[in-house]
């Protein structure tokens, strides 16, 4: 028996509504655990602005973080796989593409564009890992192979921004021939002297690692990235131990001889564009600066 | 995985291509060694990369095909229990393929023709291997083995296993034995992603199109060597017969052009694979 009884009905809820919607709106942070603004989170570009840890960006932010005012033009983004294989396996290859192509409105794992970077012409390749978790293909291989043509036909530099899970083993064995077809027009690009800046973030592995990323004349990357060549589960099998704490990231690559910098992401646009100056600022100009100096100097 | 043949000569049996997968890995089949001393003469081991030490999976040195000086670098896996353990069961470590760029920038200082022999699961996955680079050394191999100019011939032998074959393996010409595979990801590795069951290696391989036939309709490869009877295994003097006639071939071919000739012939080579995309509009 009740103390009280209803006299009108309950509220109805929705259907399936079952509590106000906040979600969205607060993240928590991977790292700090702390809760973050989602628009303080997206205006810092997805670096917690608590402890600074630097979380996934996607690839169209990427460039419209390093073009000056946002502002660039792509390349061949009508590229798409033909599924070549007719790979199956829980799902077939050419849903898991269409999927992707709906989810991220990209052909394929990659951004290819041109703009200026600090008011330099540059082409950037930025990697969209929600892209079959960023793999690479034969659109990947030929959108990056493109990219490098183009820079050596123009004489402009380089940068890629790789996140990848390296090659995409839906398209066997034509994807590991990327690698070769990328890592050779580097090789053109070299002989070109024209500068390749790779920049590596969370997570650059596999395939992708041993072909292009670890290539450029500077290899930078986001603090705290994973980078490597085989998967911490499959060393894990084979050595039959558990991977020391910060094994294949950022630091450990740094610690290691395999980076020349890392580079916070607030940073980044700055930071390529003084490397590029390092490169490409006319050598005869700066000699001729430096001898009227010295000539002031000895006249004084 | 050789030591419980119950499954897996059940899959083989329906399926051709892990029969094939199977007959890359028999315990019986020609290795680097057995085909560098039967195709070439006067086989001398070169050591070492000069900055780490000697990687013992990667078995390289200068030799003779017939009259002609060459510089020839192989996988090599080893036969018996003690050999495997000292090759690290033919898992290059990033001296590996250190030693074998310094190898073949010998050869081009020289001008001497690279054979090269692709036969390993992969790059050996471990803590050191990555501690010293494993991804490093591997890019810029396939980056500088694309400048050399001088004619270079690559033989897949046994199993192509990802960017851990590829490293020694931007060739001129590359063939494949008529039962090796070529792949991005192991079987086993491929089936624990996709199936989350390792075990179902041999639909993966399958799935992968992996065989020499596969990489020839794919144009991957140059050509495909046959090899005698029921596989290598049965006769490796034939096999490596059939190996050398084709080596000597493909460095007859190549031996007139010059360095430029020979650095583009490559670079179009890879320039062209994996034209499998159509163009639109954009998304």
């Known amino acids: ?300 | 995985m050789a030591d419980s043949p119950d499954p897996e000569t059940i899959a083989a049996a329906t399926n051709p291509t892990w029969e094939r997968v199977l007959l890359a890995r028999h315990p019986k089949r020609p290795h680097s060694a057995d085909y560098i001393s039967r195709v070439f003469t006067g086989f001398s081991e070169l050591h070492g990369d000069r900055f780490f030490g000697d990687d013992a999976a990667v078995m390289g040195g200068f030799a003779f095909l017939d009259a002609r000086p060459v510089m020839v670098i192989g996988q090599e896996k080893g036969r018996d229990t003690k050999q495997k353990l000292h090759r690290n069961f033919g898992m290059p470590k990033p001296e590996g393929y250190r030693k074998a760029l310094r190898l073949m920038r010998l050869a081009e200082k020289f001008q001497r023709p690279i054979v090269t022999f692709l036969d390993t699961v992969g790059a050996y996955p471990g803590i050191d291997a990555e501690e010293r680079g494993q991804a490093e050394a591997i890019a810029n191999n396939l980056r500088e083995m694309s400048r050399l100019g001088v004619p270079v011939v690559t033989v897949v032998i046994g199993e192509g296993g990802s960017g851990g074959a590829l490293g020694l393996g931007i060739a001129n010409r590359v063939y494949m034995l008529e039962n090796a595979y070529y792949s991005v990801i192991s079987p086993e590795s491929c089936a624990a992603i996709i199936y989350r069951d390792s075990g179902r290696a041999a639909e993966a391989a399958q799935a992968l199109r992996l065989t020499a036939q596969d990489l020839e309709r794919l144009q991957l490869i140059d050509g495909i060597i046959e090899e005698p009877a029921e596989g290598a295994q049965t006769d490796p003097n034939r096999a490596a017969e059939f190996v050398k006639e084709t080596i000597q071939r493909a460095v007859a071919e190549l031996a007139p052009l010059t360095s430029k000739e020979l650095i583009d012939d490559r670079y179009n080579k890879f320039r062209r694979m994996g034209n499998f995309f159509a163009e639109g509009q954009g998304a």
Not at chain 1, 179 to 193: F, Q, W
Not at chain 1, 212 to 222: I, K, P, R, S, T
Request: glycine letters at 10%; a positive charge.
């Open chain 1, 1 to 300: 028996m009740a103390w009280f009884t209803r006299d009108k009905p309950a509220v109805k809820r929705g259907d399936g509504e079952k509590r106000v919607r906040t979600e969205g709106l607060w993240l928590k942070c991977e790292r700090c655990g702390q809760i973050v603004w989602r628009k303080a989170l997206e205006d810092n570009f997805q670096v917690c602005p608590k402890c600074g840890h630097h979380g996934r960006l996607d690839a169209r932010t990427r460039l419209a973080m390093l073009f000056d005012e946002g502002k660039f033009e792509e390349f061949d983004q009508g590229l798409a796989s033909t599924d070549p294989l007719a790979f199956v396996d829980s799902k077939k290859y050419s849903d898991r593409l269409a999927a992707s192509q709906a989810a991220t409105q990209l052909r394929d794992a990659i951004i290819s564009g041109g703009g200026k970077l600090n008011g330099r012409r540059v082409y950037v390749c930025a990697m969209e890992l929600k892209f079959v978790g960023g793999s690479m293909g034969t659109v990947v291989g030929e959108v990056i192979t493109r990219a490098i043509e183009r820079s050596i036909q123009h004489t402009v530099p380089l940068i890629i921004v790789s996140a990848s899970g390296g090659a995409r083993m839906q398209e066997g064995a034509i994807s590991l021939m990327q690698m070769a077809k990328i890592s050779a027009a580097l090789m053109r690009l070299d002989e070109a002297r024209i500068p390749y800046i790779s920049v590596l973030t969370d997570p650059t592995t596999g395939g992708v690692t041993a072909s292009f990323a670890m290539l450029g004349d500077l290899n930078v990357a986001e603090p705290g990235a994973q980078i490597g060549f085989a998967g911490p589960r499959v060393i894990e099998q084979t050595i039959r131990q558990k991977l020391p704490a910060g094994f294949q990231t950022s630091e450990f690559l740094l610690q290691h001889g395999f980076l020349d910098a890392l580079v916070k992401r607030a940073d980044l646009k700055n930071y390529l564009s003084k490397a590029l100056d390092f490169f490409l600022l006319p050598a005869e100009q700066n000699a001729g600066q430096d001898s009227q100096k010295n000539r002031v100097t000895r006249a004084s």
